[in-house]
C-alpha cells in the first residue's frame, strides 16, 4: 500500500510538471536556419563586428596618351556594438549603441556599416554621414504571423542624427522569412526610410538572402536585393543598386555564433558599385534571463 501511494504520488506529480509552461530558453532555437525572427522573452543577444571598406570615388579621363583614371581611393576599418532583448512573445527591441569607424579611410568607406554583418540597412551613405561615430539605431519588430514555415513582422527603425550633416531618419519594413525546416531560410521583405536633408530622402530597400544548413553548426549562403534611393533637391537624384554578397556562419555553442562576411558590394550596377565593397567578421551571444529561475 505504502509503494501504491508513493508511486500515484510520482505521478500526480509528473502530471502536474507537464501542465506547466516550459520557459523558453536561448537554447531553444536550433540551427541557424530554423532561428525566428524575434527572441524569447528576456532573451537578450549581443552582437559585435569588426568590419573593412573599400572606397574608390574616382573617374576616368581623357587625355592624348589615353584614358587616365584619377581620383580618392582608401581602405579603412571599423567597428560596430549592438544588442537586441525579447519583450513579449513575438515582440524584440534593439539598438546600435556603437558604430566606429577609425580614420579617415573608415570614414569614406563606412566600414563600422559592414561590421553589422549580415543586417546591412545602415549601408546606405546618408544614413552614416562618414563620421567617426555612426549615427545610432533603435529599432523594434513584431511578429504577427508565425505558422511552421513562414514568419511576417512588422519592424520600425530610427537613425539619430548625431553625425555631421545628417539627419533624421525613419525606416519602416516588413521583414519576411520561408523555412525549409533543418534546411534552407529566405530572409526577404520590403524597408522604407524617409528623411529631410536639404531635400527629403526617400529610400526602399528589398533585400533577399538566402542560407543553407551544410551541417547542424555550419551555414552559409548568397545575400543580394535591390535598394531605389530618391533625394529632391533642385535636380531630383535616384539612384539605384543591385547589393551583392556572401556569408558564412558558425554555431560554437547553442548560445554563440560566429559570423563573417566575405565579401559584400553595396552596388553591383553603377561605376562605383564595383569599386567599393567590404567585409566583416563578428560574434552574436546569447543570453537566457531566466535559464536559472
Known amino acids: 500500500m505504502k509503494l501504491d501511494a508513493t508511486l500515484a504520488a510520482l505521478l500526480a506529480g509528473l502530471a502536474t ?19 525566428k525572427q524575434t527572441l524569447p ?36 576599418a571599423g567597428m560596430d556594438a549592438e544588442g537586441a532583448i525579447g519583450i513579449i512573445p513575438h515582440f524584440t527591441a534593439g539598438a ?18 559592414y561590421a553589422s554583418t549580415y543586417d546591412l540597412q545602415s549601408q546606405f551613405p546618408l544614413f552614416s554621414g562618414a563620421d567617426t561615430f555612426s549615427n545610432p539605431e533603435l529599432w523594434a519588430r513584431y511578429e504577427f504571423l508565425d505558422i511552421p514555415n513562414v514568419e511576417i513582422s512588422g519592424e520600425g527603425r530610427f537613425y539619430l542624427p548625431f553625425d555631421a550633416n ?21 530572409d526577404t521583405g520590403g524597408y522604407f526610410a524617409i528623411g529631410g536633408y536639404s531635400g527629403t530622402l526617400i529610400y526602399f530597400h528589398a533585400p533577399a538572402q538566402v542560407w543553407f544548413n551544410v551541417t547542424d553548426k555550419l551555414f552559409l549562403g548568397p545575400l543580394t536585393g535591390l535598394s531605389v ?31 563573417v562576411l566575405p565579401i559584400y558590394w553595396p552596388g553591383i550596377n553603377n561605376d562605383n558599385g564595383v569599386s567599393n565593397f567590404g567585409f566583416s567578421g563578428g560574434i552574436e551571444y ?6 536559472n529561475r
Open 41 to 76: 522573452p528576456l532573451v537578450i543577444a549581443v552582437d559585435g563586428g569588426l568590419g573593412f571598406g573599400h572606397y574608390d570615388y574616382s573617374t576616368t579621363v581623357a587625355t592624348p596618351a589615353g584614358n587616365v583614371t584619377v581620383g580618392p581611393s582608401g581602405f579603412g
Open 229 to 259: 534611393a530618391t533625394l529632391n533637391q533642385a535636380n531630383t537624384n535616384t539612384q539605384t543598386a543591385i547589393n551583392l554578397g556572401f556569408g558564412i556562419g558558425y554555431t560554437v555553442l547553442p548560445e554563440l555564433d560566429i559570423k
Open 166 to 186: 545628417t539627419r533624421f531618419v525613419f525606416m519602416a519594413g516588413l521583414p519576411v522569412t520561408i523555412h525549409l525546416p533543418q534546411t534552407l531560410r529566405v
Open 96 to 113: 546600435r549603441v556603437i558604430g566606429l569607424n577609425f580614420g579617415d579611410d573608415g570614414k569614406f568607406s563606412n566600414a563600422a556599416g
Open 17 to 35: 510538471l507537464s501542465l506547466v509552461p516550459r520557459v523558453a530558453r536561448a537554447d531553444d532555437e536550433g540551427s541557424w536556419v530554423d532561428r
Open 286 to 291: 546569447r543570453i537566457d534571463a531566466l535559464a
